[in-house]
DNA sequence: TCCAATCCCTACGGGAATGCTAGGGTTTCC
DNA sequence: GGAAACCCTAGCATTCCCGTAGGGATTGGA
């Protein structure tokens, strides 16, 4: 039950942009240094975002990216989907067919739960009120975790 | 973002033991075979569930397992807990050990609510509630999803 | 005009986790 | 004694995760 890196990192990395406010295209080296991840890997987190219109990207020299919207109408739930595809506990829930028996389950009504709790909470929480948070706590800019997931 | 098939099959076969109601032990094979599942695969997941006592176990023949607790006093987060491990988005989540900045992140901020929320949910629901559902639709007690996962 | 910075696309590969299967115990009732 | 059950440990095929790598295309500036 764990967010994979693709999603944290993809997450971390809109987020750098968003707390820029950069009107010029920012490089991704400079994100990736300063969210302490690899270029090359986050190079491939972008080509995804950059399709669903999350972000633009300039290309040549003084190229990078901008956010492909306003930082209120970004959700971490958009990015995550993007990146991770759709958000559910369990493949039933978001595809009918992956499910033998769908009709008649009574764990499938406790991973449907799961789910709109889930989406509702990460569709609720935009870039935006992320740069807020930092905002208030102006360590919360630089590195993050990179580490592996206990709970 | 998914929960695996130890979890969801774990699950079934606690529900499949708390609608029976059965006062004598129900042998594993029974379970399995009611829910579709591998008798051998299900074997190991009761091991670590008789072990955290949510189901006793009788050997030898006319063996068998029973609930450990009351229906109502086993939730679906006590379950998962048993066979997955701690219920978390992210590791550092759970063990701040495993975060390398763990003050100072924005992201984080947000898998601790998800965590929050998930567990909060999965927490409420208990094998009463379930079997109460069940008993509305009378079909919900039988084979269930052992399919992936897309949403 | 060249060159460096940048984005872009594809492939590959090691390591871990998942989802079982298998073999061989031990206990208990009939 | 034997069958039915639980119990324990290993192993293993597949998949997924988490990057690394190589090369190509585009653009601005010296």
Do not use: F, N, Q
């Given at each position: 039950m764990r967010v994979t890196t693709r999603g944290r990192y993809a997450v971390m990395a809109m987020f750098d942009l968003a707390v820029r406010r950069s009107p010029e295209p920012v490089p991704l080296k400079q994100i990736a240094e300063h969210q302490g991840l690899s270029e090359r890997y986050l190079e491939q987190l972008m080509a995804p975002l950059r399709r669903a219109g999350l972000v633009r990207s300039v290309r040549g020299a003084q190229g990078g990216y901008t956010l492909g919207r306003l930082p209120g109408a970004i959700s971490v739930g958009d990015i995550l989907r993007v990146v991770?595809?759709?958000?559910?506990?369990?493949a039933c829930v978001a595809n009918?067919?992956?499910?033998?028996?769908?009709?008649?389950?009574?764990?499938r009504g406790i991973w449907s739960r799961l789910r709109d709790r889930m989406v509702e909470l990460l569709d609720s929480i935009t870039l935006a009120d992320l740069c807020q948070e930092a905002a208030s706590e102006p360590s919360m800019v630089g590195v993050d975790d990179r580490a592996g997931s206990l709970s």
């Open positions: 991770e595809g759709p958000i559910s506990p369990v009918p067919l992956a499910c033998a028996r769908t009709d008649g389950c009574v764990t």
